[in-house]
């Protein structure tokens, strides 16, 4: 499902969830923003400013047809998080493996390049370049990711055109990495 605008795209996943909870009958789905007005981050913080061009997609996702019991929801996150880092890398490069790393428990950052003596303000080394929510309602998990492909919307983030000099439509990572999400979840079941 694309919209041009949501408050949350976890929201809207969550509703419809709720709505098809009773049946048992919804199918893997993806609801994908052009922007939101309401996005948030773990435990309810509004952290991630959606901006047009960026990424901002949640997933819905039988994980008991994946084999995941439900005492291990908790992995989802890791594994979301090992997706979206694989993915990006993907689109980067192999050399992205390099910069490209993850924040526990769910962001991803890219750091400077190799040789570089750059130290990002507070002394850290990387900006945040995606973020991942990860919300259960067994048998379905709903995964939020947010990636900066276009945009850094805060000083303290980066974007992949920005970084690695590549334009990805968020579009064009719907399908792929539901791909890589799938993958992951089933491997750490």
Not at 86 to 96: E, V
Not at 116 to 124: C, K, M, Q, V
Request: glycine share 8%.
């Amino acid at each position: 499902l694309h919209f041009d605008k949501l408050d949350s795209t976890n929201d809207y996943a969550i509703a419809l969830v709720y709505k098809c909870y009773a049946r048992n009958k919804i199918g893997e789905t993806a609801i994908l923003a052009d922007t939101q007005t309401d996005g948030r981050g773990r435990l309810n913080k509004k952290v991630w400013i959606s901006t047009l061009g960026n990424f901002h997609c949640s997933y819905i996702i039988n994980i008991e047809e994946l084999g995941v019991r439900e005492n291990q929801a908790p992995l989802i996150t890791a594994a979301s998080v090992s997706a979206v880092r694989d993915i990006l890398i993907t689109i980067a490069g192999p050399d992205a493996c390099i910069r490209i790393t993850t924040k526990l428990p769910n962001d991803i950052l890219v750091n400077p390049p190799p040789g570089s003596d750059i130290r990002f303000a507070g002394g850290s080394c990387g900006k945040k370049v995606a973020g991942i929510l990860v919300e259960v309602f067994y048998p379905y998990a709903i995964v939020g990711v947010g990636i900066n492909l276009q945009n850094s919307p805060v000083k303290m983030a980066t974007n992949i055109m920005d970084e690695f000099k590549i334009r990805v439509k968020p579009i064009e990572l719907v399908d792929n990495l539901y791909k890589f999400l799938i993958d992951k979840i089933s491997i750490g079941s």
